[in-house]
């Protein structure tokens, strides 16, 4: 079964960017719809982009829309996402998850704090 490791989080500068990883082991996430979510304290977790397994169509809420971009480096077995024009109120945990068909699995998250 895929596991999921997220990495690059950690303090940035309001107006700043951030790039994330997903990373799997122990399976090919290829085969894996991916999406990013994020938990913002006292706010429900939200999605923050998804992209399909074969890479060729991604999604952005509105809320997200222009200001990230998700990627998939197949060699790597890793799905990207990049966060541009960071503010406070995106401070919050991010997480990866991969899911296909009845499996859905989650990473540990990676903490991302927007501070002056």
């Known amino acids: 079964q895929v596991r999921l490791v997220e990495s690059g989080g950690g303090l940035v500068q309001p107006g700043g960017s951030a790039i994330l990883s997903c990373t799997a082991s122990?399976?090919?996430?290829?085969?894996?719809?991916v999406g990013w979510y994020r938990q913002i304290p006292e706010n429900q977790r939200e999605l923050v982009a998804h992209?399909?397994?074969?890479?060729?169509?991604?999604y952005y809420p509105d809320t997200m829309r222009g200001r990230v971009s998700i990627f998939r480096d197949s060699a790597k077995n890793t799905v990207y996402l990049t966060m541009n024009r960071l503010q406070c109120a995106d401070t919050g945990v991010y997480y990866c998850?991969?899911?296909?068909?009845?499996?859905?699995?989650w990473g540990q998250g990676t903490q991302v704090t927007v501070t002056s």
């Open positions: 122990e399976s090919d996430i290829s085969t894996y719809n």
């Open positions: 998850n991969a899911y296909r068909g009845g499996n859905d699995i």
């Open positions: 992209i399909s397994a074969n890479g060729e169509n991604t």
